[in-house]
């Protein structure tokens, strides 16, 4: 199940094919609310079937333990853009000082949403996972390879930020 040139061997192709049929939705939902960007989400969704189709032989054969595979390609995904992100946002602000976007109205969703995109990406994660798609801390921790401890300390501080951008103040 590898990769032979730019075409899957044929039961690699299916099973892919399956894993996508069984998993897309869900994964792009997740994307798109830890992606700062719906282009981003897609992106994310896209990169972590790429990287499955790359080493269909790293993917769990399990379909629970697949969906998990899938999310930890995400998270990765994320904060990698998260990274790049932040060099390139601190470059600009030493290039260009005062670069403020000063729209004042936005509609809750759109609050809410760069409330999120300023996490750091695994808090972002796992905010996104526990309160939007109501999964538990033990499956979470499960998920992402963390402790359940470390996964409850990633939630406060992520209500913590998420208040003080809320209220106006970051952090």
């Known amino acids: 199940m590898t990769i032979e040139g730019p075409v899957l061997q044929t039961d690699a192709r299916d099973r892919l094919a399956d894993l996508f049929e069984r998993h897309h939705q869900r994964l792009y939902s ?3 609310r830890v992606a700062a960007t719906d282009d981003e989400a897609r992106d994310l969704m896209q990169d972590a079937f790429v ?3 790359r080493n269909m032989a790293r993917v769990p054969a399990d379909d629970h333990a697949a969906m998990s595979w899938l999310v930890r390609v995400v998270v990765n995904l994320s904060r990698d853009a998260h990274r790049r992100r ?5 470059f600009l602000r030493l290039v260009r000082s005062g670069s403020h976007d000063p729209r004042s109205s936005l509609d809750a969703a759109a609050t809410v949403r760069r409330a999120l995109a300023a996490l750091p990406p695994r808090q ?3 905010v996104v996972l526990h309160h939007l798609e109501e999964e538990p801390v033990a499956a979470i921790a499960a998920m992402l390879g963390l402790s359940q401890i470390t996964v409850r300390w990633h939630l406060a501080a992520a209500r913590r930020r998420l208040s003080a951008f809320l209220h106006g103040a970051r952090s």
């Open 30 to 32: 997740f994307a798109l």
């Open 51 to 53: 990287r499955a189709a």
């Open 86 to 90: 932040s060099v390139r946002d601190a």
């Open 124 to 126: 972002r994660a796992i």
